[in-house]
């Protein structure tokens, strides 16, 4: 009897995890290439058919305008027929794939660790934040913690904040300077007071990333979206780099700002207190 039960596993093969998964990634990844091609031949229509449409009305012909209309509505309904169809094929998988995890065992979260990619397409994401929200989001947050973690330790009374590769801009929205470019090195660095706040208990950009993630749990592409925008949001996450004009605008202490610039560019630290103001 035992024998027999073994010889049943094994035969079904076609059954397995990892046969499924592969099923499902197959499906899952041919989804917005199918959309994209349609909706991309669908384009191109109304493109065609705007010219006789053009043609049509300014030469007052009935048939070439009458002609692009239809190509137009023709090309509209393709749209819609392929985004509702889209819809239909994605809540098809998501319930099998439900339906499988409830009937063979599955854990859903393993499924969606077998089914994820990384950046996951639209498709993609729509369908294992439907499986499992919250291992989607696990994966999503260390894959992003592995891309840009910096080993070794930070100073104490510091935070980290990458600066530029290369040079940086002026990047003050109150200053009226067409971002004028501040050499490597170079610059005033503005730390404002609600960056300190932000950034006392989150001191290196992995705790910053797992502070965002958590607090935008709920949407786990959103926190996927703030990881990438860490670096432009400056004078929320980080400190902002200035020109003189700025920094006399602000009238932030000018040796201090200087300072605090030179050492970032050099480190990547920045101090855990905002900029002295010398005169309002
Ligand atoms: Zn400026």
């Not at 994820?116 to 294992?128: G, N, T, Y």
């Not at 070794?152 to 510091?158: D, K, L, M, R, T």
């Not at 959103?222 to 602000?250: K, N, T, W």
């Amino acid at each position: 009897m035992k024998e027999k039960a073994t010889i049943q596993e094994t035969s079904t093969v076609p059954d397995s995890f990892e046969t499924r998964t592969q099923k499902w990634d197959a499906e899952i990844g041919s989804i917005d290439k199918w959309v994209g091609r349609l909706q991309g031949g669908g384009a191109i229509a109304i493109l065609v058919g705007l010219f006789p449409l053009w043609f049509g009305l300014s030469m007052y012909e009935m048939a070439p305008a009458v002609v692009g209309i239809l190509v137009i509505i023709a090309a509209a309904a393709l749209l819609m027929q392929t985004t509702r169809v889209r819809k239909e094929k994605i809540k098809k998988l998501i319930s099998d794939i439900q339906q499988t995890c409830q009937e063979d065992g599955f854990d859903k979260a393993e499924v969606v660790k077998a089914l994820f990619r990384k950046p996951p397409d639209q498709a993609r994401s729509e369908i294992l934040r439907a499986v499992d929200l919250n291992a989607l989001a696990r994966l999503l947050s260390s894959a992003a913690a592995r891309a840009t973690s910096i080993p070794g330790q930070i100073p104490a009374g510091y935070f980290e904040s990458q600066p530029p590769e290369s040079d940086g801009l002026c990047s003050d929205d109150e200053c009226p300077c067409a971002s004028t470019l501040i050499l490597r090195g170079q610059g005033y660095l503005y730390i404002p007071p609600g960056v300190v706040k932000m950034r006392r208990d989150a001191r290196t950009l992995n705790d910053l990333r797992i502070k965002l993630a958590r607090t935008t749990r709920r949407d786990p592409l959103a926190s996927d979206f703030r990881y990438a925008a860490l670096v432009p949001r400056q004078g929320v996450y980080h400190p902002i780099l200035m020109c003189r004009q700025g920094a006399e605008r602000r009238g932030i202490d000018l040796d201090v700002a200087a300072k605090d610039a030179a050492y970032w560019w050099e480190t990547g630290f920045v101090p855990l207190r905002p900029t002295p103001i010398v005169k309002a």
